[in-house]
């Protein structure tokens, strides 16, 4: 239900601004940034209602703490839970922006709705974008209830602001790159739905490049959850 909700907020944000005749189109950047920011923040209050107190909505998340915790048994769960949730988000934004998908001409509009693309394509220094980016939010999110930060944690419902902040900085300071997806089941699991899904004039749905955010958001989850049993 968690990551249901980020991609629901999140995607439909990118959808707002990207796809032609809605109220928010052409709003730019920083409006992408802030609401995939307040996506997180509601995924995650989302998640903790429904009954999970880690609240990950993120496999980055997920394999970092495991890593820093040395616990592997919530990644068989979590994981396939997450990317399910994605996929469903992803079929709601499709199916609340219904008059605007033969309305809009540019291919890569559509496919952005659903998953992240590079600005500028190069495989070796987009998953560095991605590790870097995930690398830096596994990071932050593990000193936010750090013992060093807060003896108590944050204050309830503080956290989730703080992680949907983390979030927010990232994509307005790195996310220019790659389009910051920064969680593996984000952008696989509505790229699935963009290739299942009879969107008018979809094209193609860029597998190519699919395994970029999910090898940086492994890669960059596990390396910051090294840093943090070896430093924290």
Known sequence: MGTLVLVLLGNGVVAN????????ENSGWIVICTGYGLAVMAGVLTAIACG??????????????????????????YIPAQLLGAMVGALFVWLHFMPHWPVTQDQGAKLACFSTGPAIPSTGWNIFSETLGTFALVLIIGSIFSKSVSLAGP???????????????????????????????????PRIMHAILPI?????????????????????????????????
């Open 200 to 232: 008018p004039g979809k094209g193609g749905s860029n597998w190519g490049y699919a395994m970029v955010p999910v090898i940086g958001g492994i890669v960059g989850g596990v390396l910051a959850g090294a840093f943090i049993k070896a430093v924290f």
């Open 52 to 77: 999970s107190s880690d609240a990950h909505i993120n496999p980055a998340v997920t394999l970092g703490m495991a890593v820093a915790q040395g616990d592997f048994s919530k990644v068989a769960t």
């Open 155 to 189: 204050a309830p419902a503080l956290g989730p602001f703080l992680v949907g902040a983390t979030v927010w900085g990232i994509g307005l300071s790195l996310g220019g790159t790659t389009g910051f997806a920064i969680n593996p089941a984000r952008d696989l699991g």
């Open 17 to 24: 601004v990207v796809l032609k005749k809605t109220l928010g």
